[in-house]
C-alpha cells in the first residue's frame, strides 16, 4: 500500500548545522522510525 508522505526541507547556515547537531541527529532517528513503521525510505 502505498501511502503519501510531505517532507519539509529549509537550508541552514554553516553556522547553524555545527550550534545544532542535536537536530540534524532527531531528524535522521525519525526517518528511521519511519522506516520501522513501514514507510518508504
Known sequence: M???V???I???TLMQ???H???T???YALVEL???L???A
Open 2 to 4: 502505498a501511502r503519501p
Open 34 to 36: 519511519a522506516k520501522k
Open 10 to 12: 529549509r537550508q541552514s
Open 21 to 23: 547537531r542535536e537536530s
Open 38 to 40: 513501514g514507510w518508504d
Open 25 to 27: 541527529e532527531r531528524q
Open 17 to 19: 548545522v555545527h550550534e
Open 6 to 8: 510531505r517532507v519539509y
